[in-house]
Structures are given as C-alpha cells and as structure tokens.
C-alpha cells in the first residue's frame, strides 16, 4: 500500500510538472519572459528532490523491512548506522539493538548446546534423540560406538542407523504408541548384550530419547559368579560327603576296629584339610574381586621364596622332588608381601602336585629397570596343548590320563595366580610339553612405594 501511494504521489506530481511545462514553453515563445524560465526551473529542482526522496524514503523501508525479516528469521546482517537527524534514526537503532540481543542469545544457546553435547559425548551410555517425524535429531559417540555406526548429524531416519529388531520394536511403540520401554537386548552379531531404556519426552517439541548401556560385563560377571558357586558347591560336597561317611560308619560300629580306626580317622583328616584348602582358596578369590590389593613394601625376594620352599619341602620330599632356586641374594622389589607368598606358594604346590618321582621343581628370577620377573619350571607330567589356554579357570583340572597320576587339588591354585597378578599388572607366560614340564613365568612392571 506505501509503494503504490508513493507511485501515485510521483505521477501526479509528474503530471502537474509536465503541464507547467507545455503551459509555461507557450508563454515562453510569445513573451520572453525570463522570470518565468527561473520559476520553471525552480518547479523541476522541486519535482526532481521529491522523486529523490520518495526513492530514497521507499529504500530505506525496504531496507527496514528487510532487516526485520532477516532478524526474525535469525540472518546475521550488519548493523545500520544513522545520523541522529534521519527520519528512521530511532527506528534503526531499536532493531540494532534487538538484532545485537538476539545474537547473544544465540550465541550463549549455541554454548550451551555445545557444552551439553560435549558431556553427553562423554557419557558411558549410548543416547539418540528421535523427533516426530521419526528423524534422528541428536546421537552422542558412545551411541554410534555401540552400533558400530557412523551416524550423520544431519537430521535422518533413525531406521539408517538401528538395526536390532527388539530395539526397533521399542522405538516403534514408543513413536506410534507413545509406551516407554526398558529392556536387556542382547546383540548376537557383536556378542554384547545392552540395558535399553525408550522413553517418551512430552513437551513443547516431543521427542523420544533412545538410552543404550553395555552391561556385556555385568552380564559375564554374574554368570562367572553363577558358575563359582555351582562349581564350588560341588567341589565342597565330596570332602564333606568323606567326611560324613567315615563318621556314620565309625559310628556304625567300625571304631571297635583299632586298625580300621586308624584308617578312617586318617582318611577324615585329609578330607578335613581338603575342605579347609578349598574354604581358603575361596577366601582368597573373594579377597581379590574385591580389589584388596594391600599395603606394598621392599621385599627380599630371595628370602621370600626360600621360605615357601621350606613350606613345601616335606610335599617335595614325599615324592622326591628336589627343590633349587636361582635368585640374587641382593634382589629387592616392592610388592604386597602375602599376594606375592600366595603366588609363589601356589606355583611350588602345583609343580609339585604334577611332577613325576624324583623330578625337579627350579626357581629362578631377575629384573632390569622396567620390570621383574619370577619363573617357575618343572620336569613334570606337562599339559596338553589343547588345554593351556584354560589352566588359569577356577575349578579347572587338566586331563591326567597320560600320567597315569591321580592329582588332589581344589582347582583354584593357578586360578588365584593369575588373578593376583592382574591385580599388581603381572603379564603371564607358560610353556609346557606333555610328559616333559611346564615353565610358568610372571613380569611385574618396577614400582616402588611411592607410585
């Protein structure tokens, strides 16, 4: 409507000039006159400075109209800057002022959007934004590492980047149905299994939130420990059924037997001691899974291991297994002094327990300025190939059929090694050949007591 009346005002005003004109130039070649050629001239001065303002008038509403439109649509555009004495001066200056708030605004929402994406990049939790229209509007690292995806951050069907058809049912029910879902989802194909929450977002922009978390861990932990308890009920019930046995028929009227007596009662002391082997080990796989790794300190290796050999000396010499150790009198690490016993107690019984009469346990151990180590071989009943790989599993008993030796043990021995040496960053080696021996080395990383 502004446009149209400023065309009419200029027309018009054109019309009126060009009658002048004609009427004037009439005048002109029957009179000469020269006041008249001035008042002409002044006309079209006048006519002419209105056109150039109506013009520069109409520009400059457009140019306002244009701003306005550019600041409500969030356009970057540059300030505009007029003299105090312009018509639009205030008018300009107010929308510089909201375009300069409004710019601020945006910049501290951009910020803050950049900072929360930041922490949700850091989060352990998989998480995906989907909108109505079923697009993928927001999706963090841990999600895209779960999926093995590499999800765009241009809006996109969440169909592109989920694959799993039970967290495509949830999020289905969750966009059609508006139904949150939680569930365990477990992923065949890359062997994880996820805690997966969907859940509806009601607000002013609807949203579901998509909320994956690996528990694969969790997972084999609580089967491990499944697994630990059945395998340690089981092993609990012979010694106690031995030991129950002998009781009922000593009681029975076997102890009027002096020899008999004699049997049994040696018979339930060895089940006894089963039983208290078993009921330790345990104890100290329980001590381990929860991390109590102990107070470190200066040890004299040597010392210690001759001590753990005297422990096992008679064992030795009941099979007539020498012991021999090879360690410098002068070697000093820094370690939990009764994790380190345990270990070397445990890797003495076990050459022991699966070494051939008049067979050879040796110790030996050395460092350099970035690790020590301990090894223990044997020249003993060796391990199958096959089997290596699982000597370090509770309750685990390779097979000795090609010994021809029946071996008691609680099964736990080795499995408390390598745990103990996880716990202090222990890397184990093991070598063995089947009638020959077996060598089992650790390296432990140098600490000392500060680190």
Request: aromatic share 6%; glycine share 4%; charged share 15%.
């Amino acid at each position: 409507m502004k446009n149209k009346a400023i065309k009419s005002l200029i027309i018009i005003s054109s019309l009126n000039l060009l009658i002048a004109i004609l009427f004037m130039s009439w005048e002109l070649k029957h009179q000469f006159l020269t006041g008249r050629v001035m008042l002409l001239t002044i006309m079209t001065l006048e006519l002419v400075g209105l056109i150039v303002y109506l013009l520069n008038l109409s520009q400059q509403i457009k140019h306002i109209s244009q701003r306005a439109n550019a600041i409500a649509s969030g356009a970057e555009r540059g300030p505009v800057i007029d003299p105090p004495s312009s018509s639009f001066y205030d008018l300009n200056n107010a929308l510089n002022q909201i375009q300069i708030h409004q710019r601020h605004q945006q910049i501290t929402v951009t910020n803050i959007t950049d900072e929360l994406v930041g922490v949700l990049n850091h989060l352990p939790v998989g998480v995906m934004v989907i909108d109505q229209q079923q697009n993928v509007t927001l999706a963090n690292r841990a999600f895209s590492q779960m999926t093995e995806k590499e999800i765009s951050t241009a809006p996109h069907p969440f169909t592109d980047d989920v694959s799993n058809a039970a967290l495509l049912n949830m999020i289905n029910s969750a966009l059609m149905s508006h139904q949150n879902g939680h569930k365990e989802i477990t992923n065949f194909q890359r062997a994880r299994t996820w805690d997966a929450q969907v859940v509806n977002l009601e607000g002013a922009v609807p949203a579901v939130v998509v909320i994956l978390y690996d528990i694969t861990m969790l997972v084999a932990a609580k089967q491990s420990q499944i697994d630990f308890l059945r395998n340690a009920s089981h092993e609990l019930k012979t010694p106690v059924a031995t030991i129950r046995g002998f009781t009922e028929t000593l009681q029975a009227g076997a102890k009027d037997d002096p020899e008999t007596l004699t049997d049994f009662l040696q018979d339930i002391e060895n089940a006894s001691q089963q039983l208290t082997d078993l009921v330790n080990d345990i104890l100290v796989i329980s001590h381990v899974q929860m991390q109590e790794a102990g107070e470190i300190e200066p040890i004299e290796l040597a010392d210690l291991v001759q001590q753990e050999m005297g422990h096992w000396q008679l064992a030795a010499e009941s099979k007539q297994v020498s012991l021999t150790d090879q360690i410098d009198s002068q070697l000093v690490v820094v370690g939990n002094r009764q994790a380190l016993k345990r270990i070397v107690s445990n890797l003495i019984s076990n050459a022991i327990k699966y070494n051939w009469e008049a067979g050879e346990v040796m110790i030996n151990a050395g460092s350099n300025t970035s690790q020590w180590w301990l090894e223990v071989s044997d020249t003993g009943i060796g391990i199958e190939e096959a089997a290596i790989p699982r000597v370090f599993e509770r309750f685990f008993r390779a097979d000795q059929s090609h010994s021809n030796q029946v071996v008691e043990g609680t099964g736990l021995g080795l499995a408390i090694v390598a745990e103990l040496a996880a716990t202090y960053h222990a890397h184990i080696d093991i070598t063995s050949k089947v009638n020959q021996g077996t060598t089992i080395k650790l390296t432990f990383p140098v600490t000392n007591k500060k680190n």
